[in-house]
């Protein structure tokens, strides 16, 4: 199988559902209106994730699967480019977070220290199977974060975890820092 062929099969599969989710989001920042009825087999990648990201946490050392996974984070945040239309201007992405997600974020501007809460309710990741996922998968929530302020400040972060859903907390919670 050639590397089009497998890229075709993933995406068949739904493991290009982040792209799909985040596109149906900037959309919505440009029209208001309902996200595409979701595709059955978005089950069968469910647990593929799941079952993956089990095997690398019981079989790899935890900084390891951390940074990879991070990394897959990043690609997520730059497959759509959201955050690109609010370069030096935070307010105005923290407006839109806000607005289209009921994301809370506080800043201490001296400090450069930006809190960001995600919304109660289920994971918004597709790839995500609640009952199944181990927080290890969180980690792609932190890339997306730092690859988001990246862009957004123009330079350099620091992102971690305070809190998530699949930790059995109500809403996900990181810490960023600028730089």
């Not at 095997?55 to 690609?75: D, H, K, N, S, W």
């Amino acid at each position: 199988m050639d590397r089009k062929q497998f890229l075709t099969l993933a995406c068949g599969l739904g493991a290009c559902g982040c792209a799909t989710r985040l596109a149906a989001h900037s959309r919505a920042l440009d029209s208001p209106g309902p996200l595409p009825v979701e595709d059955p087999r978005l089950g069968f990648a469910r647990h593929q994730v799941a079952r993956l990201i089990g095997f690398m946490g019981a079989g790899l050392p935890a900084e390891a699967c951390a940074g990879v996974i991070e990394q897959a984070g990043r690609e997520c945040a730059k497959l759509t480019q959201l955050h690109a239309r609010f370069k030096h201007d935070p307010e105005g992405y923290f407006e839109a977070g806000k607005k289209n997600w009921g994301t809370e974020f506080t800043w201490d501007k001296p400090k450069g220290i930006i809190t960001v809460t995600v919304a109660e309710g289920p994971c918004g990741c597709p790839l995500v199977d609640a009952k199944r996922t181990p927080a290890l998968w969180c980690n792609c929530s932190v890339g997306y974060q730092k690859e988001s302020f990246e862009t957004v400040f123009g330079r350099p972060v620091k992102a971690r975890l305070l809190a998530s859903k699949l930790s059995g907390s109500k809403h996900c919670v990181f810490e960023v820092t600028v730089c």
